[in-house]
């Protein structure tokens, strides 16, 4: 096996550089982004899961008001926190959540591990969970990998070739800077919620795109798409042969 090809450091630098300018004028204002309670991170990264931000917004603020605590939350019943949850969907989240809060209060005396193997110890918790625990509410200097992370690394790094997991996971490692790890970690998932997206990435704003090995493809896509929009809206100008009048010879 060839060893993983990491970014050099000096488009690490640059990387975390421009991107952490980015954030500072773009980052949405979100309620999980104003607390290091790790019981309301650990809430809000569940509910995160395969579920976009304004979904999860109104049901975070009910769920909170319903269950203030991790005590309050392995207080309830299993099937009052599913009812709670709904319509957020993916219903063994609100079930794992459950049991990690009773085993954290009967374990742990309702703290939140601070480390990563007791972590990835307790059932329902992955690795990026445990990472973003640790990042935003611990302040520890953690990696993490979800969608729009592995989405923004493989592109700006690895253009349209496909990478394994374990070398995105070196990558996101490489790539931690020193400080600011908390606004790093949330300036990748928000450049790929907002700017680096699945279908269209928006590159012409892009803070990265000078650095992004997949930003030549999806140029040549989007004047692809425009060619042929305009080629579509000249037929649709053209007059119908059906309807237009002969000319008089």
């Known amino acids: 096996m060839s060893p993983v090809r990491l970014p050099s450091s000096e488009q690490r630098r640059a990387f975390v550089r421009r991107l952490l300018r980015w954030y500072r004028r773009h980052r949405r204002d979100l309620p999980w982004r104003r607390t290091t309670d790790p019981y309301r991170v650990l809430v809000s990264e569940i509910m995160l899961q395969q579920t976009q ?73 992955g690795p990026y969970t445990a990472g973003a625990v ?20 493989q592109r700006v790094f690895y253009g349209t070739t496909p ?39 928006r590159c012409a704003v892009c803070p990265v795109r000078a650095l992004c090995r997949a930003q030549p493809y999806f140029a040549r896509e989007a004047a692809r798409r425009d060619a042929a929009r305009g080629v579509a809206a000249g037929r649709a100008a053209a007059p119908g042969r059906a309807g237009a009048p002969r000319l008089r010879r």
């Open 134 to 153: 640790l990042s935003f509410a611990y302040g520890k200097r953690a990696s993490i990998l979800d969608t729009n992370v592995r989405r923004v690394v």
């Open 53 to 125: 931000v304004d979904r999860v917004l109104p049901k975070y603020r009910e769920f909170l008001r319903k269950y203030p605590s991790i005590e309050a939350l392995a207080a309830a019943s299993v099937d009052a926190v599913r009812e709670t949850w709904y319509p957020l969907g993916y219903n063994i989240r609100p079930v794992r959540l459950h049991a990690i809060a009773r085993e954290v209060v009967r374990r742990f005396d309702g703290r939140i591990p601070d480390d990563r193997d007791t972590l990835l110890r307790l059932k329902g918790i």
């Open 163 to 201: 990478q394994r997991d374990t070398t995105l996971w070196q990558v996101v490692e490489h790539l931690l800077p020193s400080r600011a790890v908390y606004d790093f970690n949330q300036a990748v998932m928000e450049l790929g919620a907002t700017t680096c997206v699945a279908r269209t990435p």
